[in-house]
């Protein structure tokens, strides 16, 4: 079924006005989009920047296990569409040239989910932001860069592990993961079928199911979808 588009001005949240339309009985799938956002929130509690000119939208779908997953590989391949040399960090920030360019938020709603989806298409006055502008991308404007990330999440293949570790540029890479519990340091050696990070540090392979990760080298392998990591990623 197509996700219909609620187009709102400058709003606080569309993750929030997403689930005002869920509490109010449509069970979407939609998606919302804002032209700016004064209250937006980004994973694990943070505030996300939202001027007007990016690309502000939270989907109404069903729940899926990896739902996030799907998205990020429907951005990255929408946004190389437009130029943009766009990667994975794990979970799910999409970083160019060692900076975050977009991120994902997932909040789940019972069998439903809200997925929303931030991208810098000007820059933004954030630490390690980068832009689709400072990326060289040619993005004509927010709506066009929607419609591609909604045509890949739509003709996504089954099996998004595949494809969600060939654009994950974690891999292989020394990290330091960031979780409530404290820090694991190690190598980032693969993703399980939960999109959870196994990690090889001194004690073993450790399984992280959330944190923050940051980058600590480039890496060491090619991951061999011809694009050139060699600049540093700690965003
Ligand atoms: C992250 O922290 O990387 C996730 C950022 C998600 C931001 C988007 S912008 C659209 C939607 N509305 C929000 O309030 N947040 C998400």
Redesign the pocket.
């Known amino acids: 079924m197509p996700l219909r588009i609620v187009h709102c001005g400058r709003i606080a ?4 006005r997403a689930r005002e339309l869920l509490r109010a009985g449509d069970s979407g799938p939609l998606a919302v989009v ?1 032209v700016a ?1 004064s209250s ?5 509690g ?1 505030v ?1 920047v ?1 001027p007007e000119g990016g690309l ?3 989907l109404l779908v069903p729940y899926e296990p990896l739902l996030s997953q799907r998205i990020g590989v429907a951005l990255v391949r929408a946004l190389r569409r437009f130029g943009v040399r766009a990667v994975l960090k794990w979970p799910n ?1 999409v970083l160019v040239e060692g900076g ?1 360019l977009a ?3 997932i909040e789940r709603e019972g069998d439903r989910a809200i997925a ?3 991208v810098n298409l000007e820059p933004v006055a954030v630490d390690g932001a980068r832009s689709v502008r400072q990326a060289g991308g040619r993005v004509a404007s927010p709506e066009a860069l929607l419609e591609a990330v909604l045509r890949e999440f739509e003709e996504m293949e089954a099996d998004v592990l595949p494809a969600y570790r060939a654009a994950l540029s974690t891999l292989g890479r020394p990290v330091r993961i960031e979780r409530d519990d404290g820090v694991v340091l190690g190598e980032a050696v693969d993703v399980d079928h939960h999109g959870r990070l196994l990690v090889r540090g001194e004690a073993g392979v450790e399984t992280i199911a959330s944190g923050d990760c940051v980058h600590l080298r480039p890496a060491r392998i090619d991951p061999g979808d011809g694009l050139d990591y060699s600049s540093s990623e700690g965003a």
Not at 13 to 16: I, L, N, V
Not at 40 to 44: H, I, N, T
Request: charged content about 30%.
């Open positions: 949240s569309t993750q929030d804002a956002q937006a929130r980004g994973r694990r943070r996300w939202s502000y939208a939270s920030d975050k991120g994902i938020l929303g989806i931030g």
